[in-house]
């Protein structure tokens, strides 16, 4: 039979211990099983909404150790276990989101949600907004929104940097695939520099020729293997694109339905009380 707390101290740390507990238990289960993800913005309306609150299947694409310390979003070191099976095409998947185009690693710890349109080894293209995967043309899904207007204006902002794609008008690019060779040239440099160094490579150039570290190279042969994510709001979501691929081992899981929604930008809890939309909870994610 255990000591019942009776000074204040004890009282103390009773209640950090149970606080403790609590959080390795949340930990835990949002590392392995199922966690909770709020949708920020609408970049995949209207398969999801800004505001939805969702619960994410994180064991289908392999348990992890806890990514995250709960409440704080401070990252930690964390090793994932196989999963079920890998990323498919048309899944839903929250990931962690690799950096902006010209960086290395992103400046914070945060989960994204797209749609995976292509895996390692595609080939994908859009032609004026068309998605076509190994030649295969795949429609919009049920839920997705798309204008009739055509954008080329944004090459400068597109991935790989100097290619030249647009947002409606992209590639054909090669999803890249654990052993595929890359031929580097002098010119090529700024396409797969960013990317060589999130693989964990030290690289410069050096009078017209690659140096990956410290020694001189005309190929690199890809470590891992990665996926192409899309927003199902095509007009409105900055995606691979934009910044690039998604390596599988940064996929956490996929989302299976709303358990809450209200509206996002409500300023005060009455207002986002009030904006409560009862129609989407329990709403199935595909």
């Known amino acids: 039979m255990s000591k019942q707390p009776q000074t204040f101290v004890e009282h103390v740390i009773s209640w950090a211990k149970t606080i403790i507990g609590a959080i390795i238990i949340v930990m835990f289960v949002n590392g392995a099983l199922v966690a909770s993800f709020v949708v920020p913005t609408g970049s995949m309306e209207e398969t999801v909404r800004a505001g939805d609150f969702l619960f994410v299947n994180k064991f289908i694409y392999g348990p992890s150790t806890p990514q995250i310390v709960p409440f704080l979003n401070t990252p930690l070191p964390f090793y994932k276990f196989p999963g079920l099976r890998e990323p498919e095409r048309g899944d839903v998947i929250v990931f962690i989101f690799p950096g902006n185009r010209e960086q290395v690693e992103a400046k914070e710890f945060t989960y994204y949600l797209k749609r995976c349109v292509a895996v390692a080894g595609d080939t994908i293209s859009m032609v004026n907004k068309k998605l076509i995967v190994n030649g ?126 209200w509206e996002s930008a409500a300023n005060s809890i009455m207002d986002k009380l009030s904006s409560v939309r009862f129609g989407r909870i329990g709403t199935l994610i595909d």
């Open 136 to 261: 295969e043309e795949h429609p919009l899904p049920e839920h997705a929104l798309s204008s009739n207007f055509i954008r080329n204006d944004d090459s400068y902002n597109t991935f790989p940097p100097g290619r030249g794609f647009t947002r409606d008008n992209y590639g054909p690019l090669r999803v890249p695939k654990a052993g595929d060779v890359i031929t580097l040239t002098a010119k090529n440099f700024r396409e797969w520099n960013i990317f060589i160094k999130r693989e964990g490579n030290d690289c410069v150039l050096r009078d017209g020729k690659w140096f990956i570290e410290g020694q001189e190279a005309s190929e690199y042969v890809v470590k891992n293997d990665y996926v192409f994510g899309i927003g199902d709001n095509r007009d409105n979501s900055l995606d691979s694109r934009y910044w690039g691929f998604i390596p599988v081992e940064n996929v956490v899981g996929t989302p299976i339905m709303v358990y809450w929604s």
